[in-house]
């Protein structure tokens, strides 16, 4: 199948390319940063997806993965442009799933403000997303990484008292790799062909940390 990832240049995008090259599809990319895969089976472009010119592609399975945090433009990127590149891409015969990289950010408010909603956003219009490729029996959902093991959260991860902060706000004590997300999104796009319009928080437990007081 073509594969269609954004962001894919690093993190969790570079991850769910990988998976999906290892499973044999063909993938293209776009990024605002250069290649990191060096695949004959993947194809990159260099774009912004919110005033970039996009390439003209057949795709079956869309993976809306770039984003920005804090950066002044998260609404316009994390939002705006991934609904420029999905009303391109997805409304097709042929198409099979659209998945959103969304945030735990979405469900619980936490983290910046414009990120938080952004990302809530997402997930909104994931629904209505879903709502529209049903005549086309297609899927479209929508995962929510808490912490998760990248080059963003580097700053975090090498400060030992950070780290072990925010690993005691999970039940696993624990953040994910980029590779587990990738294994979700490859599940979610491929295997599953019932679900669709759902959100699927994978946070190690965090939003359900609580201290009893009695």
């Keep these: 199948m073509n594969i269609l990832v954004t962001g894919s240049s690093r993190g969790i ?5 990988s998976k999906f090259l290892s499973e044999g599809h063909r993938v293209a990319g776009i990024d605002i940063l250069s290649s990191t ?21 057949g795709v079956d399975i869309l993976i809306n993965n770039a984003g920005v945090q804090a950066s002044g433009r998260d609404i316009d990127i994390n939002l705006k442009g991934t609904i420029r590149v999905t009303e391109k891409y997805a409304f097709r015969s042929g198409i099979r799933s659209v998945l959103f990289i969304a945030s735990s950010s979405a469900r619980t408010g936490a983290e910046f403000p414009e ?17 529209r490729l049903a005549e086309y029996g297609a899927t479209a959902n929508s995962l929510s990484p808490g912490g998760v093991l990248t080059e963003l959260n580097a700053h975090i991860i090498d400060d030992a008292k950070l780290y072990s902060e925010v690993l005691a706000e999970t039940l696993l004590g624990k953040w994910a790799s980029v590779d587990e997300i990738a ?25 359900a940390k609580f201290n009893f007081v009695w």
């Design 183 to 207: 294994d979700w999104a490859y599940f979610v796009t491929v295997v599953n062909r019932s679900m669709t319009a759902q959100d699927i928080l994978i946070d190690n437990g965090e939003d």
């Design 115 to 131: 990120y938080a909603a952004s990302k809530g956003g997402m997930v909104a219009y994931m629904k209505n997303v879903a709502s």
């Design 13 to 17: 995008g570079r991850a769910i390319a």
């Design 37 to 57: 895969i060096f695949d004959k089976g993947y194809t990159h472009y260099t774009a912004d997806i919110l005033d970039g010119e996009l390439p003209e592609l």
